[in-house]
């Protein structure tokens, strides 16, 4: 193991119930003015946005709508609620959606105290925000486990970047499997897709072998496959759910990352695809997961083949692959980039912008260079 520190801040309301007894916990415990931030109207359609309201009234609190934050959120969208948490003098900022909710407000809350562009100051000044407008997460839709860290994914349109910029952390976290019946089939497989590709891009880290963090991933994948093949049988298993809500949870919650280093090299290709196109980030993993991972098999076959072993119960490394490649094709995710709903059409030019623009990992399998991440993609067409 490598040396690490671990201390959470983010207190989990897990189950059904989840929302009522976090919110009658942990309202008393912040300021008036309360910010209900959510995307496109989803959570009013099915009954949630009532449930959350009617709970903050009852806790006395003044509420500040902010709505209309899209998947893939926009740096202009972070601007816009941060002017109007600062505008309302909001005390405390409730998410209540899924990965771009959450991220949309890690980073309103820490902009709303800067007198700083957050972006310019991460990325030219290479310094971070202290602190933020407290806040707390309500997921709806299960999958980037962003409920349980303090990065966020933005993507800037006018820099054709999308990427990790760091916000705040949410104090509390409601994990209501119920809340999330309503999400379309292909965004249930989509989120889970997106949390198997992270506890794979986390045991694929380069560093030492023995490691109870990779056991503990492995579990993860396992649990992943499984309560995936059962939405395919029953998509409303809220068993299932239930078990890939928490599946997503631990894979972002640091717990898999003790003591080891991780890849990521994927996730960095397919954001700068996100940049690029506006793709739904499970789907685009879909695509390019299985293509990458044959690309530098030979750098960790040893790992490959307990993957294949312990998640699949597959033989050989090549076998472990065909069954992930099988999943996709079963789960009807995308499995080309045509595939992918895009805002532009996919043409070896665009590709050759991502693979331009993706950063380059040096703690995965081993390093790539910018023609191969576009032979990747291209491989992907
Ligand atoms: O906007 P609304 O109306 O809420 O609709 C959303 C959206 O259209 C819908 N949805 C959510 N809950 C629903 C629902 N529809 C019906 N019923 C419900 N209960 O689902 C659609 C997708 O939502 P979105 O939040 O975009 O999906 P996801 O949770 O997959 O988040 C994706 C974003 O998270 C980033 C991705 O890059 C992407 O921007 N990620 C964040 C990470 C993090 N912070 O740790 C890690 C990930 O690797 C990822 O990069
Ligand atoms: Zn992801």
């Known amino acids: 193991m490598n040396s690490f520190t671990y201390s959470y801040p983010t207190k989990v309301y897990f189950g059904q119930g989840a929302a009522e007894k976090a919110l009658s916990e942990e309202l ?22 009532g449930e959350i309201v009617s709970l903050l009234k009852k806790a006395g609190k003044e509420i500040v709508e902010f709505y209309g934050i899209m998947p893939n959120p926009t740096y202009a969208k972070v601007q ?65 486990g962003a409920e349980m860290n303090c990065g966020a994914v933005i993507t800037h349109e006018e820099k054709k970047w999308k990427g990790g910029i760091w916000g705040t952390a949410a104090a509390f976290a409601v994990l209501d499997p119920d ?15 997106d949390t198997l590709s992270h506890a794979i891009e986390t045991y694929l880290g380069n560093s030492d072998a023995d490691n109870v963090s990779d056991d503990v991933a492995l579990a993860v994948m396992r649990n992943t496959v499984v309560n995936m093949r059962r939405l395919l049988a029953d998509i409303n298993d809220i068993q299932a759910r239930s078990n890939l809500m928490w ?15 991780t890849d990521f090299q994927v996730h960095q290709i397919e954001h700068q695809l996100g940049a ?20 530098i098999l030979e750098a960790a076959r040893e790992k490959f083949t307990r993957f294949a072993k312990v998640v699949f119960d ?7 692959l065909d069954e992930l490649e099988a999943l996709i094709r079963q789960c009807k995710l995308p499995a080309k980039m045509s595939d992918l709903k895009s805002t532009v059409v996919i043409t070896p030019e665009v590709l050759q ?7 380059l990992i040096q703690t995965g399998p081993r390093e790539l260079t910018r023609d191969e991440i576009y032979e990747i993609l291209c491989e992907c067409l």
């Not at 407008?133 to 839709?141: D, S």
């Not at 809340?179 to 897709?193: E, I, K, N, R």
């Not at 599946?247 to 280093?261: H, T, W």
């Open 353 to 359: 912008k991502v693979a331009d623009t993706s950063n």
């Open 80 to 144: 816009e609620g941060a002017a109007l948490a600062r505008e309302r003098h909001v005390d405390f900022i409730l998410a209540v959606g899924g990965g771009s909710v959450i991220d949309c407000c890690k980073v309103i809350s820490a902009q709303s105290l800067l007198n700083t562009d957050i972006w310019d100051m991460e990325f030219t000044s290479h310094a971070f925000p202290a602190g933020g407008i407290p806040m707390g997460a309500v997921i709806t839709a299960s999958g980037t």
């Open 314 to 320: 597959a033989e050989s490394a090549e076998a472990g």
């Open 247 to 261: 599946d997503s949870a631990m894979a972002e919650n640091g717990i898999l990352k003790a003591g080891r280093l």
């Open 179 to 193: 809340y999330t019946t309503s999400v379309p089939p292909m965004q249930v497989l989509s989120g889970a897709f």
């Open 276 to 295: 690029y196109t506006d793709c739904n980030h499970g789907q685009g993993l879909a695509v390019i997961q299985p293509v990458y991972c044959r690309h």
């Open 28 to 49: 008393s415990k912040v300021g008036s003015t309360v910010m209900l931030a959510y995307g496109g109207g989803s959570i009013k359609k099915n009954g949630i946005h």
